[in-house]
């Protein structure tokens, strides 16, 4: 039986003096409580009582800081009648404690945490009692047990805004605290230090025998039959004598029907026991990556019992799975080693974003925000996220809307661009305890693609850091977590799951194109000229492996700004703005609408916006496309998905889960059936992509028209797409010169399936002569209550928008399109039925 200790507790301040032995006079306190519930970051209920203003808007998070300065005392009391006194075990469990904490049950501690990364769990049943229990934890921040000859001589080697003179964000004691490692701040998000109990507070009552965990895995195919092989890890909890025990395992389908089944007896010794089962599920389902299939998933239900004695209980636990099987291809190719994920013994190009905390405050991420940003991914095509190493591990409801939604997960291990301590004997302690507790909690998730050790720390030794290792002992500073104990525990509790040591890693330098995968910053968006920062065509030139980062900044949609200003006019030019601005803008994003678009100089407000937001969307789109297109590279991750907070930034969603205008690039981008046109080789060659497994042809028609509708040279062909396939399926001579009023073009003729036109052009869109398109839309009412919207283009459109609100989503949105061309979207919203549907594209502009 679990009891969820999860309401009614109570929260104070005292001062950082206040250690764990003051607890019984904190206790006692009978004034100054405010009350809460977890998961509860202690500035949670200080905003709801209005002690403190939400940190994320306006210049606010200034105003909390204090926060770091105080110790904090959760309480609660709670009943329990005689029966825990039966149970073998009374265990207290605590998800996440964030960070330093001390926990007491009437009036005794019981332990400590040093890490936010695996749960604190003891069994307690000694300290419990009949009637009111008291339980009590005492948290801080954490950074008062760091002294500075803690990490000296390795300081500079902790990435900090503010080491990089970029502001005043980070903290360099952050790398000997096992905790998010963002909430210092980052270039993309404020200092806002955690301290909270963020999951779940239980106590379980443990009978003699347990389920202590349970693993499944797709051992191979078998034409229609999966052979499983699954492992029941059962516990006798007496210290000395074995017990009979029948173990039963039973695999239900997708539609809750049994498909297979298996019973053995066992004599359990004290302690954890293996028993191993090999199961056969004819006609399987396979669970797929996004785009390229469905995602079913299986339930494996496991029962434990003891046969002598019925009554005595026994347990049962249920695991949901999907059935795959999943590699990590490097064999040699072009001069180098491919870094390709294999499913179901396909090779796929991974689609995706980086993902971080979806809150500066992460315990107060909601399971329905959660699955809004999984099905948002979902809707933009992708088919996988990386959860970035200065983040945290994140909930169940994570990990199960990926799985739902057919989206990989590359997991890097909470290591990010710093040296850390792992010449120390309690630092190698927790990295053993974290790295054994999430490969076993996260192994049966068919979503998990791969582990990876760190972000940017092996990068940093070469280029960062002069070595930064000391020549005498070089498997420190994060080398002995990358290099040994974390490929560990992947091997013992998870070895179907590969491992890779770092992001970015692979090749005699850990930034390679030739093996493993890469972050294309510097030759691009963090470049020192500002042509590479704004220039599309920079992607063309990259023939790396694997992309795991890079990015463009944009900003959010105006309502999304107007909110984070907390009530203040915004004023671009003022210390609001300037405080949720990226710290690598560095004026970015006005050269690139100089570029793109139109001189500055004068620009409204709202110009300001939309320009900017679709230089953003076209970098994204056209950089995609360059890596989707090329054929030595197997996947293109983008810096970042969405935001912790509101600002100028990397995302295509923000803070207030709004679309940008770059959300729509993205998902054209990585459209499942797609055309890509690049010239090479002296002509124009059009790649077609196709993820499913169907093959895909269409008659097209291609060649070169005028913008303004008035003349076009095609001819036609026929585009044969195989399924499961990336290859270049039609080359041409362009026509189209550089006075700005042609545009060569590829697009399928009749119906075809969701595959939309291409087209290449020679200059920036403000240097194209962009015509009244003369637009038409009708709509009409959906039987489900959406509104599908066909609009047709007299000349060449570019950035077709509709401006009906934040809330309207809708299919596709500032999108192109070809003289006499027509496409149908459709939108969903509350006001999307009611609205006045007046479709406007960008036109020149001097």
């Known amino acids: 039986m679990t009891i969820n200790l999860n309401s009614e507790w109570e929260l104070r301040p005292e001062g950082l003096e206040l250690t764990a032995h003051e607890w019984p006079r904190v206790a006692r306190r009978t004034e100054g409580w405010l009350p809460c519930a977890l998961p509860c970051d202690v500035r949670m209920p200080l905003i709801e009582r209005g002690v403190i203003k939400e940190p994320l808007e306006a210049l606010n998070c200034f105003d909390s800081e204090w926060v770091e300065d105080r110790s904090w005392w959760f309480r609660k009391r709670f009943t329990l009648d005689g029966a825990f006194r039966a149970a073998s075990q009374c265990r207290l469990r605590f998800e996440m404690l964030d960070v330093e904490a001390d926990i007491f049950l009437n009036g005794r501690l019981v332990g400590h945490q040093k890490s936010a990364f695996y749960p604190f769990e003891e069994n307690v049943k000694d300290d419990l009692l009949e009637g009111e229990n008291i339980l009590g934890v005492r948290l801080t921040v954490g950074l008062e047990r760091v002294r500075d000859e803690d990490f000296a001589g390795y300081a500079k080697c902790i990435a900090t805004e503010a080491l990089a003179g970029r502001g005043t964000r980070g903290d360099k004691r952050r790398a000997l605290l096992r905790k998010p490692q963002f909430v210092f701040g980052w270039d993309w998000g404020p200092r806002v230090a955690t301290c909270a109990i963020a999951g779940d507070a239980t106590l379980t009552l443990v009978g003699p025998m347990r389920i202590a965990g349970t693993s499944v895995v797709t051992e191979r195919l078998d034409g229609a039959t999966a052979v499983l092989a699954a492992t029941v890890e059962a516990e006798n909890t007496h210290p000395w004598s074995t017990s009979e025990a029948l173990v039963t395992v039973q695999v239900r389908g997708p539609d809750g029907q049994s498909v297979a089944s298996s019973t053995a007896s066992t004599l359990l010794r004290s302690g954890i026991n293996y028993v191993d089962f090999r199961l056969e599920v004819p006609g399987a389902s396979l669970w797929w990556p996004n785009g390229m299939g469905g995602h079913p998933l299986y339930v494996l239900e496991a029962r434990l019992s003891d046969p002598s004695r019925a009554a005595s209980g026994g347990d049962s636990a249920t695991t949901r799975f999907g059935i795959r099987t999943l590699a990590l291809d490097q064999a040699p190719e072009m001069g180098g080693r491919r870094f390709s994920l294999v499913v179901n013994g396909v090779s796929m190009h991974c689609k995706g974003s980086d993902w971080i905390p979806a809150d500066s405050l992460y315990a107060r991420v909601t399971e329905e925000k959660y699955r809004t940003l999984i099905r948002e991914a979902a809707a933009a095509n992708f088919s996988m996220l990386r959860i970035w190493g200065g983040g945290r591990y994140e909930p169940e409801i994570f990990y199960d809307a990926c799985d739902e939604a057919g989206l990989l997960v590359w997991h890097d291990f909470m290591f ?431």
């Not at 076209?618 to 998905?641: A, D, I, K, Q, V």
């Open 416 to 846: 990010c661009c710093a040296i850390y301590p792992d010449n120390t004997a309690w630092f190698q302690e927790e990295v053993r305890k974290e790295a054994d507790y999430q490969t076993r909690r996260l192994r049966n998730h068919p979503s998990m693609a791969l582990w990876c050790g760190s972000n940017e720390n092996n990068w940093g030794f070469v280029d960062w850091w002069n070595g930064g290792v000391n020549p005498r002992a070089p498997f420190w500073g994060g080398a002995w977590t990358y290099n040994y104990a974390l490929p560990r525990a992947v091997r013992t509790n998870s070895p179907h799951i590969p491992y890779w040591n770092g992001s970015p890693y692979g090749g005699e330098h850990p930034n390679s194109y030739d093996a493993g995968d890469c972050h294309f910053w510097t030759e691009a968006t963090m470049s020192n000229e500002m042509a590479k920062r704004i220039s599309p065509e920079s992607y063309d030139s990259v023939n790396a492996r694997f992309v795991t980062e890079y990015g463009y900044i944009g900003p959010c949609v105006k309502s999304s700004i107007l909110r984070y200003h907390g009530g203040t006019p915004v004023d671009r030019t003022g210390p609001i703005y300037a405080l949720h601005n990226n710290t690598f803008e560095k004026e970015t994003v006005l050269a690139g609408i100089s570029r793109h678009y139109r001189d500055t100089e004068g620009m409204s407000f709202d110009e300001y916006l939309l320009y900017a937001s679709l230089v953003q969307g076209m970098m994204y789109g056209y950089s995609l496309e360059s890596l989707r297109s090329n054929p030595r590279n197997s996947g293109s991750l983008f810096w970042m998905y969405a935001d912790c907070w509101g600002e100028v930034g990397w995302t295509i969603i923000d803070y207030y889960l709004k679309r940008k205008p770059s959300w729509y690039y993205v998902r054209r981008a990585f459209a499942p059936l797609k055309l890509v046109m690049r010239e090479g080789d002296g002509a124009i060659q059009v790649t077609g992509i196709n993820d499913t497994s169907a093959d895909f042809s269409c008659e097209a028609e291609y060649g070169t028209t005028a913008l303004d509708g008035s003349g076009t040279m095609t001819a036609k062909a026929r585009l044969y797409l195989p399924a499961r396939s990336r290859q270049v399926v039609l080359s041409f001579q362009g026509k189209a010169g550089r006075d700005g009023r042609q545009i060569d073009f590829v697009r399928p003729l009749g119906s075809a399936d969701g595959l939309l036109p291409a087209t290449l052009r020679k200059l920036p869109w403000r240097e194209l002569v962009l015509p009244d398109p003369g637009l038409r839309a009708t709509s009409r009412r959906a039987p489900s209550g959406s509104v599908e919207i066909t609009v047709t283009a007299g000349g060449f459109a570019h950035a077709v928008h509709f401006g009906l609100g934040d809330d309207v989503r809708l299919t596709d949105e500032y999108f192109d399109l070809l003289p006499g061309e027509s496409r149908t979207v459709t939108a969903t919203g509350d006001t999307a039925a009611g609205a006045h549907i007046s479709p406007v594209s960008v036109r020149s502009r001097p």
